[in-house]
């Protein structure tokens, strides 16, 4: 499309010559004769040419108005009464150049030239920016409902600060996408974001993870080796599921939270970092501390900045805009020409449970998107696990004949680690537990821990 270029002189036949020359050169030009006209024409203009000097409203007032309602368009003002403080004013409100009448044409067509560039390459770098960091931009992590919008507020006002911040919520409700907009939004922005999922660590091999270690600090240490926390130095540490880690870690985290500092495994010498922590958690903290599996100094120094995401279910305003946007995000991938969802699917999708929240509903898009068969999703392609619909409601349930509810919760902890092959770390997920506070259950039943 041709750069629309808008014309205000009050001078008629300077405006038709301005308009020939750069119609010319393969602009779109358009003329106003005063301010007052130039507002209504400036939002379509790409560039806006000015005279100072204008019947009733002159061209520094009109620069102000013009950078208040279309902030994108250069504005070159042009005067015959130029002088160095008339310049200096049309600068500081924001002219992207300054002409003296009587001025050349080919000195005009150079002066709009070099502006309608910079603004191509203004545009071109907000753009490639904006691709960048669209991931993980607050604007891009989908939640119009009011818990949401609060959320986003409190991201934006922590992000640009070190304080620790601890995301609470259920499994995939985006902590992942909280905490890296936490980082992406700050002045860490550029340097690293480790993440360390504190469920997939094995608790003998925690330590030398988290802090590195040195060369021959244990069997098989052929090298010395970095740890995460060395890796996250100047950038942020995200710590998922910190409430499975065990106490001995506890007391290590604590110090680099007070400190910034620790030792590698196998090593006397202190090492400083510069880092940024924030942690998540799927549990509630504070019935850990009443069980002694977690520790109170380290918790108040992890909850500087709680922020607790809600579930799905309990934002189900959020659903339709989530539902449009992982349509359009995963149907290139899943191979499908669906090209949007109806009002029947979105009420379907609105009268589910959602026990897996965010994470579940991508995964039926994507289930969904991949059985369609039409240009639109609709409520028969959508696939459903009816069978994990939350089923039990208030005077319903009742305890199984002649079992009282530490019966109960024993019979079905020893379902769990049946199922689980023993492993209790899958046990706890399977009970939706913390390692550790499956470990006190067990101790409370007279179990191994």
């Known amino acids: 499309m041709k750069p629309n270029v808008l014309i205000v002189e009050d001078e008629e036949k300077l405006r038709r010559v301005m308009e020939l020359r750069l119609s010319g050169e393969g602009y779109e030009v358009t003329q106003a004769g005063s301010a007052e006209e130039a507002l209504s024409l400036a939002p379509r203009a790409d560039l806006i040419l000015s005279d100072l000097r204008l019947p009733g409203m002159d061209g520094l007032k009109l620069l102000e108005l013009l950078r208040r309602q279309n902030g994108m368009a250069p504005v070159i003002l042009m005067t015959a009464h130029g002088s160095v403080g008339a310049a200096v004013e049309a600068m500081k409100l924001g002219a992207a150049d300054f002409v003296e009448k009587p001025f050349s044409l080919d000195h005009l067509s150079a002066v709009v030239r070099k502006a309608i560039e910079v603004r191509a390459l203004r545009d071109e770098n907000r753009q490639l920016k904006e691709e960048l960091g669209r991931r993980y931009e607050i604007t891009n992590i989908i939640g119009r409902s009011k818990a949401m919008q609060e959320i986003f507020a ?47 660590l094995p608790e003998n091999l925690m330590e030398s993870e988290l802090f590195g270690y040195e060369k ?148 039926v898009i994507e289930r969904s998107l991949v059985m369609a068969r039409g240009t639109m999703l609709d409520a028969d392609d959508i696939r459903l696990e009816t069978a994990r619909q939350f089923k039990a409601i208030a005077g319903d349930f009742a305890l199984p004949s002649g079992m009282t509810l530490d019966q109960y919760e024993q019979e079905i902890i020893k379902q769990a680690l049946k199922k689980a092959d023993g492993n209790k770390s899958q046990a ?3 009970l939706g537990l913390t390692r550790n506070a499956l470990r006190y259950r067990l101790g409370q039943m007279g179990m191994e821990s």
Not at 156 to 184: C, F, N, Q, Y
């Open 428 to 430: 706890a997920r399977l």
């Open 154 to 200: 409190i991201v934006m006002r922590v992000a640009p600060t070190r304080a620790t911040v601890l995301l609470a919520g259920e499994s995939g409700v985006g902590k992942d996408l909280i905490a890296r907009a936490i980082h992406h939004n700050s002045p860490r922005a550029d340097k690293p974001l480790v993440k360390i999922n504190c469920t997939a």
């Open 216 to 363: 021959g600090a244990f069997t098989g240490a052929n090298v010395s080796k970095p740890g995460k926390f060395e890796q996250a130095d100047h950038g942020t540490v995200f710590l998922d599921e910190i409430g499975d880690v065990p106490p001995q870690i506890q007391v290590k985290l604590l110090r680099v939270l007070q400190e910034r500092e620790f030792e590698r495994l196998g090593s006397n010498k202190t090492l400083h970092i510069d880092v940024r922590v924030v942690a998540a958690t799927n549990q509630d903290l504070r019935a850990a501390l009443e069980q002694g599996t977690f520790r109170e100094d380290l918790y108040y120094r992890l909850n500087v900045v709680p922020i607790d995401i809600p579930p799905l279910r309990e934002r189900r305003e959020d659903i339709p805009w989530l539902a449009e946007h992982f349509v359009r995000k995963l149907a290139p991938d899943a191979g499908a020409q669906v090209e949007g969802i109806t009002a029947r699917a979105i009420e379907k999708l609105e009268q589910y449970a959602w026990p897996g929240n965010v994470r579940e509903l991508e995964n």
